[in-house]
Structures are given as structure tokens and as C-alpha cells.
């Protein structure tokens, strides 16, 4: 039965996605409406899924079970800014930042090693044509390619420098996870500009030794009109040229192969605990955790409990700049949870003792 209202109430839901909206939802015996009644009367109006479940008495808890309808993110935003608070975001004791939509987007295009381009057609009459390519980027995140004369993108860029490139994040695996779109116009790299630009295509792509045979150019999406980038459900919006070239990549996201392996490998019982003790009520006794991404600002972490699934966001106590520093964050937050749940135990355990002996 829950199952079934949480997928039903999902299907209404996510038809909303850009409105943040309240659910109300109903225990098995208690008809036991949530605290925080309504966000936006108006979006609430619109929408009121009722399921039939435990007693889900708070927007957070709300938010867990069905997270894209609580994102306030608006679409259109051209600030590059992400949303704080948003899908997934465990209240309390950590910080809830995410880095900015322009330094998400910067961090997935620095990180490709590959995209998918679209050019306006030459054979095909000016249809939009998407291929894939290996991607290098520049200091102030601008796309490079190494193509070939042959190639039917070249021809299209000579006719008509207008095109786009999308880049996923390295552990894309659907809508669910990051992308981003940039749009813009390309330019052959010529002149004194060929050597500098090459050494940075090589610096991601080692092995391309072909960027020396004379039918290769290197191209460059020279000028960027418009960024567009999806971090899952509920989190999208427009980032300003200017906004993106000005901001810089995370500098710790790289290291999250390395250190979520880690984790989740040895260590899941301390993820379980952060949860726990960070997250709140609400994110305790989960089934199964799993660090999915990391940034500067915090984590990104799987989580399931019983039949539901989905992505949690954790910050961490503070900003962090470098692979040690995470070291160093992780295990404080990890000793500060298991010190307080110890504490909370020790507690429970002495008024379960003294209501013992009042029963005598």
C-alpha cells in the first residue's frame, strides 16, 4: 500500500516540479496532518496527493519522500546560483550550501574527457547534427576539440560556427544525475595560438597523438552564449556566459571515485551515523547509504529506507579546499555523530532503567 501511494503521488508530483507545494500526508490510524501545512497556499491548491503512510509529521520528512516537489529552484534563473535548502537537504547541525550552479557547471566541463556535439548540418540541411567527441577545456572553462578534416562537424563549423556541447558528470547514469549545455559559436585555433592550446588538449588526452597529422585542427567554442545545467530532479537553470567563465571548478569533486570508494567500501557505518546525527530524525535507521558525489560545500549520498530511494544531500561543518581536508572533515563529523549517539543511548538506556523501577 505505501508503495503504491508514494509512486502514485510521484507520477502528480513531479508535474510540479517548479512550484514548491506542501503534501499532506495521512498516518494508517491517525489522520495526522504535517506541521508545515502548506509552503505556497496557492502551488498547494493545485496539488494534494494523499498517501498512506507512517507519520510523516515534517517538511523534511515530506521532502525525503517525495524530494522534487519540495525544490524551490525557478527555472530561467540566470545567476548561476543553486538553491539552498533544496532537494534532499538535511537540516540541523551541517551546512546545507551547494556550490553554485556556474561552479557545478565549470566542474562537469573541466572534468569531461568527452561530450556530445551538435553542429547545423551541412549535408543534412542544416539539421541539427550530435555526435560524440573527446572535450579538453580551457582555463576559463571554454570547450576544445581535436577533429579531423574529414570529419562532417568540420564542415559544418566552417559554414556555420554556431553549436552546442553537453557534458555529463563521470558517473552519469540518467536524467537523474548532472549535465550541462553550453551554446555558443566555435573558431578554428590558428597561428601562435595552436601551440597553448594544443598542450591543453594533450594535458587531458595523453594518447591523442593524431592532434599532430596535418587533417587535424583544433577547435575552440570561442564565444559562449548561453549555459544551461541540470543537476537532477528539481535542480535546473540558466547560468550567465559571464557568470560561468568567471567561476571556477570544485576543487575536491576529482577525488570523489577515490574517496566514496573508500567510504562506502570500509567505512558505511560512519556515513549511516552522519545521517543520523546530522540529517536528524528523519534520517535514521536507513537501509542503505552511499556517497555519490563530493564538493567543497558537502555530499551527495544514496540512501534508502525500505521501498523508497533517493539522493540526499549532507554538508559538511565547513567549506573545505583539498583532498586532506576532507580527510579531516569526515572524520570529525563521524567522531562528533558517534559521541552524541553513544550519549543518546547511555540516556535511553537510563530511562528505560528508571521506568523499570517505577513499575517495582
Not at 187 to 196: D, L, N, Q, S, T
Not at 241 to 258: E, G, L, N, R
Amino acid at each position: 500500500m505505501l508503495s503504491q501511494g508514494l509512486s502514485s503521488a510521484r507520477l502528480v508530483a513531479r508535474r510540479h516540479t517548479s512550484e514548491a507545494v506542501c503534501i499532506e500526508a495521512h498516518t494508517n490510524k491517525v489522520q495526522r496532518k504535517c506541521k508545515q501545512k502548506c509552503i505556497n497556499s496557492q502551488a498547494f491548491n493545485k496539488l494534494k496527493p494523499h498517501v498512506t503512510s507512517r507519520a510523516y509529521n515534517s517538511k523534511q520528512a515530506l521532502a525525503n519522500t517525495f524530494p522534487v516537489v519540495l525544490c524551490t529552484a525557478k527555472s530561467g534563473s540566470t545567476d548561476g546560483t543553486a538553491p539552498v535548502g533544496t532537494v534532499g537537504d538535511a537540516p540541523g547541525k551541517a551546512g546545507k550550501d551547494r556550490p553554485s550552479f556556474a561552479e557545478e557547471s565549470r566542474t562537469l566541463v573541466a572534468e569531461a574527457t568527452y561530450c556530445h556535439l551538435s553542429t547545423a548540418s551541412v549535408e543534412f540541411d542544416g539539421h541539427p547534427y550530435g555526435s560524440m567527441v573527446d572535450i579538453a577545456s580551457d582555463d576559463i572553462g571554454r570547450p576544445l576539440f581535436a577533429i579531423s578534416q574529414l570529419s562532417a562537424h568540420t564542415r559544418d563549423l566552417q559554414a556555420d560556427p554556431r553549436a552546442s556541447v553537453t557534458v555529463t558528470a563521470t558517473s552519469f547514469d540518467g536524467i537523474k544525475d548532472a549535465r550541462v549545455t553550453l551554446v555558443g559559436t566555435c573558431v578554428k585555433v590558428e597561428g601562435e595560438e595552436v601551440k597553448a592550446v594544443k598542450e591543453t588538449y594533450l594535458a587531458k588526452h595523453p594518447e591523442s597523438f593524431w592532434v599532430e597529422f596535418q587533417d587535424f585542427s583544433l577547435w575552440r567554442m570561442d564565444t559562449i552564449r548561453h549555459v544551461r545545467f541540470v543537476g537532477g530532479f528539481g535542480r535546473a537553470g540558466s547560468v550567465s556566459s559571464k557568470t560561468y567563465s568567471a567561476a571556477a571548478p570544485d576543487p575536491v569533486h576529482m577525488f570523489t571515485p577515490m574517496i566514496a570508494g573508500h567510504m562506502n567500501a570500509d567505512h558505511k557505518d560512519a556515513v549511516l551515523a552522519m545521517l543520523s546525527y546530522y540529517g536528524g530524525d528523519d534520517l535514521r535507521n536507513l537501509d542503505d547509504a552511499a556517497i555519490v558525489s563530493i564538493d567543497k560545500l558537502g555530499m551527495d549520498i544514496e540512501v534508502k529506507k525500505e521501498d523508497d530511494s533517493w539522493k540526499q544531500r549532507l554538508g559538511f561543518t565547513r567549506e573545505i579546499g583539498n583532498r586532506k581536508e576532507v580527510k579531516d572533515v569526515l572524520v570529525e563529523m563521524t567522531k562528533t555523530a558517534a559521541k552524541a549517539m553513544a550519549a543518546e543511548k547511555k540516556v535511553e538506556s537510563q530511562e528505560s532503567e528508571s521506568e523499570g523501577k517505577d513499575e517495582e
